[in-house]
C-alpha cells in the first residue's frame, strides 16, 4: 500500500491531483516553486479557514489556536476573523500576535515560567485570560493587578493523567514542570491565593495533558479529576487544552475536532460539572498541520549498498520533527502525483548531521529524480514555527493559496537577515 500514489487524504481540503501536476487553494504548486523558491511552505486558506470555524462552532466563545503550532501575522488575523482566540505562551508570541492588530481581549497568555516583563505586559495591554502556572506568578500578580488594574484568570492543573503520546509531548502527569497539582493540594492553595487578590477573577481551571493525541480516555479520566476538583467552585470555564492528533502517514486516521468536542461534552456532563460552564479548548496542531505542504528540490542522489540516499534542499532546520520526535511523514512527487511510488529512499537534508532525515523510507515514483520537486504533507504544524538557522541556511518562505491566488505572508530570509545580528567593529 505504501507504494501506491499518495493518498490524497493527506493533502489540503482543496488540493486537486491531476496526472501532471498539483494545485492547492487552485494554485499549482510547480508555479509555487518557480515564483517563490525551494523549499517552500504552501498553507491552504480554505483549510485553515475550516479547521478555525469547526473549532470554533463546537466549542464556546473564548475557543483558542495554539499559535506555537505555526504563527505568523497572517495566521493569528485569520484565526480571529474566524472566531478564535489566539493562544501565546511567550513576551515574543504575544507581540507578534499583538502587532498583527488581532486585539488584546482575544489573546490567551501561558506560560510556565514568565518572566516579570512577560507578565506585567499581560497584564497592561488586558489580555482576556492569563493561565496562571506557579506560587511565584501569583507573587508577581499580586504586585501588579487591583481594583485599577483587573485579570482574568485560569489556573493551569496537573490532573495526574498520562496522554497516550510521545513522552516528550506528554504535559498532563504529575512529575511536570506545568502547572499545579491537584494531588498535592497546590492547585487548591493556589486558587485560594489568587481569590484572595482583589481586582483578580479566577474564571476557572486550565488542564493541558498533551500533544498529538488519538485516543479520548486520557481527556475523559482529566475531566473527571476537574469536575470533582471544581465541584463546589462556581467557576464559568473550563479548558482541555490542545493536544487533538492528525494523521500525518498512510493508514493513520484522526478524529476530527468536533468530534473532539463532543466527547469533551459528554465527560463533562459525566464529570457532573454545570451545564453552563463554557467549555473551552486550545487546537493547535489540529488546525495547522494539514493546511500545509513543504516543497523541496531534490539534489544529491546517492546509492549505497544498503539503500539511497536522496538528499533536498533543506531538511532538520525546517522540519525537526522527525529528529525531535521520531516522526513519520510521506513524499510525493509534485509532477507526478497519480503515479505509483516503487522507489523506496532516505529522504534527508543538506545539514551536517547524519541524523538530518526527513522520512527515513520514503516512497517516490521511478522517475523521481535530481531536480525534481518533492513535496512532504502534513507540515503545518510545529515545522516553521520549530524552524532555525542550523548550518545557517535561511528559513523558507511562506505563502497561503486561496482561490487561485498566491500571497507570501513570510518573505524567504537572505544572507543579510543572518547577518543582522553581528556587532561590528
Ligand atoms: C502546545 C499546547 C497547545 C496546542 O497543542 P496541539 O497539540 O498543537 O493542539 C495547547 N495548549 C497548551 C497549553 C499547549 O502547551
Same mark, same amino acid.
Given at each position: 500500500?505504501?507504494?501506491?500514489?499518495?493518498?490524497?487524504?493527506?493533502?489540503?481540503?482543496?488540493? #486537486?491531483?491531476?496526472?501532471?501536476?498539483?494545485?492547492?487553494?487552485?494554485?499549482?504548486?510547480?508555479?509555487?516553486?518557480?515564483? !517563490?523558491?525551494?523549499?517552500? !511552505?504552501?498553507?491552504?486558506?480554505? $483549510?485553515?479557514?475550516?479547521?478555525?470555524?469547526?473549532?470554533?462552532?463546537?466549542?464556546?466563545?473564548?475557543?483558542?489556536?495554539?499559535?506555537?503550532?505555526?504563527?505568523?501575522?497572517?495566521?493569528?488575523?485569520?484565526?480571529? #476573523?474566524?472566531?478564535?482566540?489566539?493562544?501565546?505562551?511567550?513576551?515574543?508570541?504575544?507581540?507578534?500576535?499583538?502587532?498583527?492588530?488581532?486585539?488584546?481581549?482575544?489573546?490567551?497568555?501561558?506560560?510556565?515560567?514568565?518572566?516579570?516583563?512577560?507578565? $506585567?505586559?499581560?497584564?497592561?495591554?488586558?489580555?482576556?485570560?492569563?493561565?496562571?502556572?506557579?506560587?511565584?506568578?501569583?507573587?508577581?500578580?499580586?504586585?501588579?493587578?487591583? *481594583?485599577?488594574?483587573?485579570?482574568? =484568570?485560569?489556573?493551569?492543573?496537573?490532573?495526574?493523567?498520562?496522554?497516550?503520546?510521545?513522552?516528550?509531548?506528554? $504535559?498532563?502527569?504529575? &512529575?511536570?514542570? !506545568?502547572?499545579?497539582?491537584?494531588?498535592?493540594?497546590?492547585?487548591?492553595?493556589?486558587?485560594?491565593?489568587?481569590?484572595? %487578590?482583589?481586582?483578580?477573577? =479566577?474564571?476557572?481551571?486550565?488542564?493541558?495533558?498533551?500533544?498529538?493525541?488519538?485516543?479520548?480516555?486520557?481527556?475523559?479520566?482529566?475531566?473527571?479529576?476537574?469536575?470533582?476538583? $471544581?465541584?463546589?467552585?462556581?467557576? &464559568?470555564?473550563?479548558?482541555?487544552?490542545?493536544?487533538?492528533?492528525?494523521?500525518?502517514?498512510?493508514?493513520?486516521?484522526?478524529?476530527?475536532?468536533?468530534?473532539?468536542?463532543?466527547? %469533551?461534552? %459528554?465527560?463533562?456532563?459525566? *464529570?457532573?460539572?454545570?451545564?453552563?460552564?463554557?467549555?473551552?479548548?486550545?487546537?493547535?496542531?489540529?488546525?495547522?498541520?494539514?493546511?500545509?505542504?513543504?516543497?523541496?528540490?531534490?539534489?544529491?542522489?546517492?546509492?549505497?549498498?544498503?539503500?539511497?540516499?536522496?538528499?533536498?534542499?533543506?531538511?532538520?532546520? #525546517?522540519?525537526?520533527?522527525?529528529?525531535?520526535?521520531?516522526?513519520? @511523514?510521506?513524499?510525493?512527487?509534485? &509532477?507526478?502525483?497519480?503515479?505509483?511510488?516503487?522507489?523506496?529512499?532516505?529522504?534527508?537534508?543538506?545539514?551536517?548531521?547524519?541524523?538530518?532525515?526527513? %522520512?527515513?523510507?520514503? @516512497?517516490?515514483?521511478?522517475?523521481?529524480?535530481?531536480?525534481?520537486?518533492?513535496?512532504?504533507?502534513?507540515?503545518?504544524?510545529?515545522? @516553521?514555527?520549530?524552524?532555525?538557522?542550523?548550518?545557517?541556511?535561511?528559513?523558507? *518562505?511562506?505563502?497561503?493559496?486561496?482561490?487561485?491566488?498566491?500571497?507570501?505572508?513570510?518573505?524567504?530570509?537572505? !544572507?543579510? &537577515?543572518?547577518?543582522?545580528?553581528?556587532?561590528?567593529?
Amino acid at each position: 500500500m505504501s507504494n501506491g500514489p499518495i493518498e490524497e487524504s493527506l493533502l489540503p481540503d482543496t488540493a #486537486d491531483l491531476r496526472a501532471d501536476g498539483v494545485s492547492v487553494g487552485g494554485v499549482d504548486l510547480r508555479q509555487l516553486a518557480s515564483t !517563490f523558491g525551494t523549499p517552500l !511552505f504552501v498553507y491552504d486558506e480554505a $483549510t485553515l479557514r475550516a479547521r478555525c470555524r469547526e473549532a470554533a462552532s463546537s466549542f464556546d466563545d473564548g475557543v483558542a489556536f495554539a499559535s506555537k503550532s505555526f504563527l505568523c501575522g497572517a495566521m493569528a488575523r485569520l484565526a480571529l #476573523d474566524e472566531g478564535l482566540c489566539v493562544d501565546v505562551a511567550t513576551g515574543g508570541e504575544l507581540d507578534i500576535v499583538l502587532r498583527s492588530g488581532v486585539p488584546a481581549s482575544r489573546v490567551i497568555m501561558h506560560g510556565n515560567n514568565k518572566s516579570a516583563d512577560e507578565v $506585567t505586559r499581560a497584564i497592561e495591554v488586558g489580555v482576556h485570560r492569563l493561565v496562571v502556572d506557579n506560587f511565584e506568578e501569583i507573587e508577581r500578580l499580586g504586585a501588579l493587578v487591583d *481594583a485599577q488594574h483587573p485579570a482574568n =484568570v485560569l489556573v493551569r492543573v496537573t490532573p495526574g493523567v498520562e496522554a497516550h503520546t510521545h513522552e516528550y509531548v506528554r $504535559t498532563g502527569q504529575e &512529575d511536570s514542570k !506545568f502547572g499545579f497539582s491537584v494531588a498535592t493540594g497546590d492547585a487548591r492553595e493556589a486558587i485560594t491565593q489568587l481569590r484572595a %487578590i482583589a481586582g483578580l477573577t =479566577v474564571h476557572g481551571v486550565h488542564a493541558h495533558i498533551g500533544s498529538q493525541i488519538f485516543e479520548f480516555d486520557g481527556f475523559r479520566e482529566s475531566i473527571a479529576v476537574l469536575g470533582e476538583f $471544581t465541584r463546589h467552585d462556581d467557576f &464559568d470555564e473550563l479548558c482541555v487544552g490542545g493536544g487533538l492528533g492528525v494523521a500525518y502517514v498512510e493508514g493513520e486516521s484522526a478524529p476530527s475536532i468536533r468530534e473532539w468536542a463532543d466527547a %469533551i461534552r %459528554i465527560s463533562v456532563r459525566a *464529570a457532573g460539572l454545570p451545564g453552563g460552564l463554557r467549555l473551552l479548548a486550545e487546537p493547535g496542531r489540529a488546525i495547522v498541520a494539514q493546511a500545509g505542504v513543504t516543497i523541496y528540490t531534490v539534489g544529491v542522489v546517492k546509492p549505497v549498498t544498503q539503500r539511497t540516499y536522496m538528499a533536498v534542499d533543506g531538511g532538520m532546520s #525546517d522540519n525537526p520533527r522527525p529528529v525531535l520526535y521520531g516522526s513519520g @511523514y510521506e513524499a510525493f512527487d509534485v &509532477d507526478r502525483p497519480l503515479e505509483a511510488r516503487p522507489q523506496e529512499v532516505r529522504l534527508v537534508g543538506k545539514h551536517c548531521e547524519s541524523g538530518d532525515v526527513l %522520512i527515513d523510507e520514503a @516512497y517516490l515514483p521511478r522517475e523521481t529524480n535530481s531536480g525534481s520537486l518533492v513535496a512532504t504533507p502534513v507540515t503545518g504544524a510545529y515545522g @516553521y514555527s520549530m524552524a532555525s538557522n542550523y548550518n545557517r541556511v535561511p528559513r523558507p *518562505a511562506v505563502v497561503f493559496v486561496r482561490d487561485g491566488a498566491a500571497r507570501e505572508v513570510l518573505r524567504r530570509e537572505t !544572507f543579510d &537577515d543572518l547577518a543582522r545580528l553581528e556587532v561590528s567593529g
